[in-house]
Structures are given as structure tokens and as C-alpha cells.
């Protein structure tokens, strides 16, 4: 049997608080996308959340991708890769107005969200909890167009 990967995976004994540790984890992050995005509730949260990793994820090659997603937690993870198909190429958007677009297309059901400011303030949280090392080499994969959105490190 492999080895697991991280310490979110459980056995028989420990499984139940994996689980409850996640969920905590998941909510402290959806905490944070409302304190910064300044939205009113966890799920206002979720989908900009989503919107955002889902966008960042489709522009980023696989190995980048498998490394970020690493350094999500569990629940979070799960909705980085909801929906990716790993064989197809990372795409090759230059200009900002591309990638944004991306992520008001994924919200397009709610006409009150400013993708721009999505994007930046999950970046914001993202720089908060993801190692700085990742962080560089995400922005680094990115067009320098794109780097505005990141907040200064």
C-alpha cells in the first residue's frame, strides 16, 4: 500500500477527525475570503473562491497545479480539481481582461461580483496561507500583465 502523501489521509481510527479537522480548515479559509473580499457570508465566499482557483488552475501547467493543490486543504482541493482535465494544456492567456473573464463567466449567475476584485482578494488569501515559495512560482508561471492582481510580498 503507498505511503500517503499528507496528513489529511485517514485510517480506520482517525478518519472522523480528519474530516473535522477539514471542515474547520475549509471554514477558516471561507472566513478569510469574506473578511477580505467583504462579502456577507460563506457562500458568496465559496464561489469566488472556487471561481478564482478554478481560473488560476486552467492557467497553470500540471506540475504547478499538482503543487498548489498540495498545499490546499482537503475540502478545497476537492474544488481546485471539481471539473479539471489534467490532459488538456494550460491556456495561454496574456491579457488580464482574459483571465477575468474566466472568472465572471463562473459567476455569472450573480451580476453583483467585480471580477477583479475577486481575484485579488483571493490571491490575497491564498498569499496569506500558501507557502511564499509556491506562491513565487505561481506568479512566476503567470503573464507579467497578470502579476498586478497578487498582492506586494
Keep these: ?3 500517503p502523501y499528507d496528513k489529511e489521509v ?3 481510527r ?3 477527525d480528519v474530516f473535522d479537522a477539514t471542515i474547520q480548515k475549509t471554514n477558516s479559509w471561507l472566513d478569510d475570503v469574506m473578511q477580505v473580499g467583504g462579502w456577507p457570508d460563506r457562500h458568496t465566499a ?4 472556487r471561481a478564482t482557483l478554478h481560473a488560476l488552475r486552467d492557467r497553470l501547467i500540471i506540475d504547478e497545479v499538482a ?3 498540495a498545499q490546499l486543504p482537503m475540502l478545497i482541493r476537492g474544488l481546485y480539481y471539481e471539473g479539471w482535465d489534467p490532459s488538456n494544456k494550460a491556456l ?3 491579457r ?3 483571465f477575468l473573464a474566466r472568472i465572471e463567466h463562473e459567476l455569472r449567475d450573480d451580476g453583483g461580483f467585480d471580477p477583479e476584485w475577486v481575484a485579488r482578494s483571493v490571491f490575497t488569501v491564498l498569499a496569506m496561507r500558501v507557502s511564499d515559495g509556491e506562491i513565487e ?4 508561471l503567470l503573464p507579467e500583465k497578470l502579476r498586478y492582481l497578487w498582492p506586494e510580498t
Design 92 to 94: 495561454r492567456e496574456r
Design 14 to 16: 482517525n478518519c472522523l
Design 46 to 49: 465559496y464561489r469566488a473562491l
Design 1 to 3: 500500500m503507498p505511503e
Design 96 to 98: 488580464p481582461e482574459q
Design 10 to 12: 485517514c485510517d480506520d
Design 67 to 69: 503543487q498548489l493543490g
Design 137 to 140: 512560482d505561481v506568479k512566476h
